[in-house]
Nanobody, 116 residues
Framework: QVQLVPAGGGLVQPGGSLRLSCAAS????????LGWYRQAPGKQRAMVAT???????TYSDSVKARFTISRDNAKNTVYLQMNSLTPEDTAVYYC??????????WGQGTQVTVSQ
């Protein structure tokens, strides 16, 4: 059973930066499709960024040019670097992995709050 353990959330001022990380168990990490999603209060969970096994990335329009998703297969970890944060980025952030057997796994959410 693949498990995802996130880290790095917290409180940051507008214009600041945070880096989220998500460590995965398992021996096939390099074959996982990975992503970050977020859910703001009163809203549905939405895609923020994804990265394929060949490092092709996609971003939602709202974070493009501000956020960067990356992966380190040697450390079984996926990252989300978030810059120029705004209050609209406040949400619970979730990491996601799709394994080669098409099993989807969610990590526990980590709260990101952007406020003065």
């Amino acid at each position: 059973q693949v498990q995802l353990v996130p880290a790095g959330g917290g409180l940051v001022q507008p214009g600041g930066s945070l880096r989220l990380s998500c460590a995965a168990s398992g021996t096939s990490f390099n074959r996982y499709f990975l992503g970050w999603y977020r859910q703001a209060p009163g809203k549905q969970r939405a895609m923020v960024a994804t990265i394929t096994t060949t490092n092709k990335t996609t971003y939602s329009d709202s974070v493009k040019a501000r956020f960067t998703i990356s992966r380190d297969n040697a450390k079984n970890t996926v990252y989300l670097q978030m810059n120029s944060l705004t209050p609209e980025d406040t949400a619970v952030y979730y990491c996601y992995a799709l394994t080669p057997t098409n099993t989807g796994v969610w990590g526990q959410g980590t709260q990101v709050t952007v406020s003065q």
